[in-house]
């Protein structure tokens, strides 16, 4: 029987890969946003998964101090991230980085 | 732009069947690395539990945020206070009224909810000291206390926007960095708070912290610096004095 940290460790990093991969093959920024959410997210669930292995009921506290840290930094990145992903739209009319091929028909 | 040449989609292709193909291998490679770490592991936990008498709060999370890595924390809230920075300076937003009045319904609904998540987002706060809970989750909901009043359209007085968000604002940043030199004075090193002080010393840090990451959240929804100008202000008397 595997341990039980383990599926939420698996979990984790499958999310962490899926959403690095979506991350470099989207040119959409707001998917390239949502993705590297999806990326921290996994590595969130990975910590916490990690840090039920100190004992049963008390994780190790470190780990979860650093999620906490680490949920509130994602929030104001992706804040900052999305505004200046409307300024790119609102200033270009697309919602990509400029040398990105049309998308459109690319995908 | 233009219609996409052949050869350049199918490198397009190309290049997402490499990189799938070598996030498959980072995953294998991830996973292998998952199966042989050992089901057991005490990690940092008895050292944080040992200290914790010497840390001036009860729950260890808390400590190991506000005490022993706060480092990381007052990182976390320059890093806040950089990402407003940086959303204040893109352009001005024009909250409150004046696209539609808010609904008689939803007017009351918000003046009954704001109070209860002032009042909540206190009691979390004051609980981080021993048990789970504290700054960002106090923070969190006091922000959200200010989204919903964004969103809702009740009338705010826009002298809110001048003087007291950016006091709250940099009442975090300022309060921490104060705090985390105050030991230096004494002849300690950065952040190492005295014993007998250290608990009096997280309260002030965490309620400086709560209102900054609440005016933060507010101004980071918000996406814009508040306009403070009043070209229309609304009736006095009408601004919600629980807001912060």
């Known amino acids: 029987m595997p341990p039980s940290f383990l599926l939420y460790a698996l979990v984790g990093v499958t999310l962490l890969v899926l959403g690095l ?80 091929e049309d998308p459109e028909i690319s995908s | 732009m233009g219609p996409v040449q052949a050869p350049d989609r199918g490198r397009r292709w190309g290049l997402r069947y490499c990189c799938g193909t070598l996030l498959c291998l980072v995953w294998g490679m991830l996973v292998l690395a998952l199966f042989e770490l050992p089901d057991q592991w005490p990690g940092l936990l008895p050292q944080a539990r040992a200290q914790l008498a010497r840390s001036g709060v009860e729950h260890p999370v808390t400590a190991v945020l506000l005490n022993f890595r706060s480092y990381d924390t007052l990182l ?30 939803l007017a009351a609904l918000v003046r009954l909810l704001l109070p209860v998540l002032v009042l909540a987002s206190t009691y979390l706060l004051v609980r981080g000291t021993y048990g789970p809970g504290g700054a960002f989750q106090a923070g969190a909901l006091l922000g959200t206390a200010g989204v919903l009043l964004l969103l809702s359209d009740v009338p705010i007085s826009r002298a809110w926007f001048a003087l007291p968000l950016k006091v709250a604002l940099t009442g975090g940043p300022v309060v921490f960095l104060a705090v985390a030199t105050f030991p230096s004075l004494r002849g300690g090193a950065l952040l190492q708070y005295p014993v007998e002080l250290a608990g009096a010393l997280i309260l002030l840090v965490e309620v400086a912290a709560t209102l900054s990451i609440a005016a933060a959240l507010f101004v980071l929804f918000a996406g814009g610096r508040p306009q403070e100008a009043t070209p229309a202000l609304p009736p006095a008397g009408d601004d919600n004095g629980e807001e912060v």
């Open chain 1, 21 to 100: 991969y979506a991350a470099i093959s989207h040119a959409h920024l707001g998917r390239k946003i949502l993705a590297v959410n999806v990326m921290g997210s996994g590595v969130f669930l990975l910590f916490l998964a990690l840090a039920v292995r100190s004992g049963a009921g008390s994780p190790d506290p470190v780990p979860q101090a650093m999620v906490l840290t680490g949920i509130v930094v994602a929030v104001c990145a992706t804040a900052l991230a999305l505004i200046l992903a409307c300024r790119i739209q609102a200033m270009t009319g697309r919602a990509y980085l400029a040398g990105e």
């Open chain 2, 76 to 105: 976390e809230v320059l890093v806040l206070f950089l990402a407003v920075l940086g959303v204040w300076s893109l352009g001005f937003i024009e909250p409150g009224p004046g696209r539609s009045p808010a609904g008689p319904l």
